[in-house]
């Protein structure tokens, strides 16, 4: 399939180390923020969220943290998988009349065996 | 559940041509979202409606439209087709309504050829 990772920075890791995959966002007014997986030839798929009056949220092996401060927002993954290759989208929401999604470059994570 | 669901899934035009592509949301979302991804780059918002009515338009040329059927699903059409206009085209649904829920899941895209 063709890959969407094409000139993306790359984070490369072991299986079973934990990944952190970081992305400055633009908008102080945003607040909400998406994390998306997107795999080689498919759509973006949902991961995680997370609402600006938060800091912290946890999924199944997933952790987003906010740093509405700097504007910074990360995403950590436990135990990481060979099948957590993919790229990563952090995305930005302001809130207003319409719900527009606003992506981030994008991060190309390499899990190595 | 059937998830968001697009149509076709790859598409060859020629310079000038005109495209339309299609979108089924999930069951209940009343909201639809198209956006567009250059290789290598994130997806950037086209338009999104709700109940058949125009909600946003990214920064796109005129040749770019939409619309919203009674059943929910969506066209994308794309006339006078540009080299650039070669993409990913994504659709994403939400539920909509007047609480606006944010979640919105992507079907896996249209993918245009513009030779």
């Known amino acids: 399939g063709e890959s969407v990772g094409l000139h993306l920075p790359t984070l490369s890791v072991q299986e079973g180390d934990n990944s952190i995959i970081n992305c400055a966002y633009s908008?102080?007014?945003?607040?909400?923020f998406i994390w998306y997986k997107q795999e080689s030839g498919k759509g973006p798929q949902f991961i995680i969220d997370?609402?600006?009056?938060?800091d912290k949220r946890q999924g199944q092996r997933v952790t987003v943290l906010l740093n509405k401060t700097v504007k910074h927002l990360s995403l950590q993954i436990a135990a990481t998988q060979p099948g957590d290759s993919a790229v990563y989208f952090c995305?930005?929401?302001?809130?207003?009349?319409?719900?527009?999604?606003?992506f981030g470059t994008g991060t190309l994570l390499a899990v190595q065996p | 559940d059937a998830g968001v669901t697009q149509s076709p899934t790859h598409l060859i035009k020629t310079r000038g041509q005109q495209v339309t592509l299609r979108c089924s949301p999930i069951?209940?979302?009343?909201?639809v979202s198209w956006y567009q991804q250059v290789l290598g780059q994130g997806p950037q918002f086209i338009f999104q409606?709700?109940?058949?009515?125009?909600?946003g338009r990214g920064n796109f040329p005129d040749r770019f439209s939409a619309r919203q059927f009674p059943n929910y699903s969506s066209e994308l059409n794309v006339n006078a087709l540009l080299l650039g206009d070669s993409a990913l085209y994504l659709c994403?649904?939400?539920?909509?309504?007047?609480?606006?829920?944010?979640?919105?899941?992507f079907g896996p895209g249209t993918r245009l050829t513009v030779t």
């Open positions: 994403a649904s939400s539920l909509g309504g007047a609480l606006m829920t944010y979640e919105q899941y």
């Open positions: 908008n102080s007014a945003s607040d909400y």
């Open positions: 997370i609402r600006s009056n938060m």
């Open positions: 995305a930005e929401m302001d809130g207003g009349a319409t719900n527009k999604l606003i």
């Open positions: 069951s209940g979302h009343k909201s």
């Open positions: 409606y709700y109940e058949k009515e125009e909600r």
